[in-house]
Every structure is written in C-alpha cells, then in structure tokens.
C-alpha cells in the first residue's frame, strides 16, 4: 500500500491530549499524511478519516527508552508484515522483523520472522502466537548456531548444533538439550558434552510494551 499523501492544507490543532499537524477531512478529523503526538506516544503516518491508514510509524516512551512499531494500517488495524524495535536510551536493544498476529497493541510475531539483539543473539525462523516454534536458525552470544525445529522458544525435534570450539551434534532435542541418541562426531562419547544454553527464551510480546497505548 502506498503512503497516503497530504489531501488538504496542513495543519497544527489541539485534540484533547493530543498535538496533530497534518492535513483533515471536513470533519476535522486527521486525512493524509500527519503527525499526531502526546507526551507518552505518537503516530507519523497515514490517515484515513481519523483512522490510521497507509504507511506509518507508532511510537511509545518507556522507563528508559522508548518502543517503535513500523507497518502498514488498514483503517486503524496495523497489517502483517512490521518492525518492532525496543531503545534503552538511543541505543536499540531488539529488533523484530516479520509477521505479526492482532493489533498494535496486543500483537503478537507470528509466522516468519526475524529477532536480534544487541547482544548478538540472532533468530530467523518460525514464530507461533509470539514463541520460537517451527522451524529456525538461532545464533547464540557465545557464538554457538543451532539449526532445526523449535517448540516454546527451545530446539525441540531434529537439529543440528555447532558450538564455536568446533564441537557438533546432530540429531534429537529435547527442550534445549541434545538426546544421547544424537551423532555427536566431535565427541562421541559425551554427547551431552553439548548441552545448549539459550541466550534469551521470553518471546518478544508486543502487549507488554503497547497495551497501556490510546492512539
């Protein structure tokens, strides 16, 4: 969907709470392409007769940052697929990538996806109702890649792992760890020599961060 484009004179009015500068309808409602701020949050994008629309940006201040959603609107409904990106200060700790499931503010990554943080731990892959679930590829902090299937944010099912120091092991997880029927070629005879730590395994939870938004 292309970005909504100014419809009508831009302008600077007062809703309530709320700063908006942007063009109108009739009805004085925001139409086109405009900004509209509080002190906590703020939406710059697209709009539909007071609805978001089109192209757009919303934003939420936390704590010790802030919270940006990226995406395409459908009459104030935000679509698959969009960027969620969490900032401590300026600096941005995790970033999401991909499908996502429900609205702004209670949505959830769901489908394909992609995850990073600043730590370095990496995710591409499957993702159901907000968890690591499917298939997908993780690198880890500390430099080790598991490839295979996930169950509730754990390798779970067929994998493989290959640890930084060159070790590997191929076969059956359970929950994070390697089965004893696994090839472990590296080390035959303690396969669980191999045991997986993950770096993070809360899933990225868009409601923990939006649902408190009245845009």
């Known amino acids: 969907m292309k970005k909504i484009l100014a419809v009508g004179p831009v302008v600077d009015i007062k809703m309530g709470a709320w700063d908006y500068t942007g063009p109108v309808d009739k009805g004085g409602r925001p139409h086109g392409y405009g900004t509209k701020s509080c002190d906590t949050e703020g939406y710059d ?25 990226k995406g395409t609107w459908n009459l104030g409904q935000i679509k698959s697929d969009v960027e969620y990106q969490i900032f401590i200060g300026d600096v941005c700790q995790l970033t999401y990538k991909g499908g996502w499931e429900g609205d702004l503010f209670a949505g959830l990554p769901h489908g394909q996806g992609q995850m990073c943080r600043i730590q370095g731990v990496k995710y591409e892959g499957e993702f159901v109702h907000g968890k690591k679930q499917g298939t997908g590829e993780m690198l880890y902090s500390n430099g080790t890649i598991y490839k295979g299937s996930f169950l509730n944010n754990l390798p779970h099912g067929n994998g493989v792992i290959k640890a930084e120091d060159g070790r590997n092991f191929s076969g059956l997880f359970s929950y994070g ?30 409601s923990s961060v939006f649902n408190q938004s009245r845009l």
């Open 45 to 69: 994008g697209g709009w539909h007769h007071g609805l978001r629309h089109g192209l757009g940006e919303h934003w939420t201040r936390t704590d010790s940052g802030y919270c940006s959603v």
């Open 177 to 206: 760890k390697p089965n004893k029927t696994g090839v472990h070629p590296s080390r035959p005879e303690s396969p669980r020599g191999c045991e997986l730590r993950p770096g993070f395994e809360s899933a990225l939870r868009g």
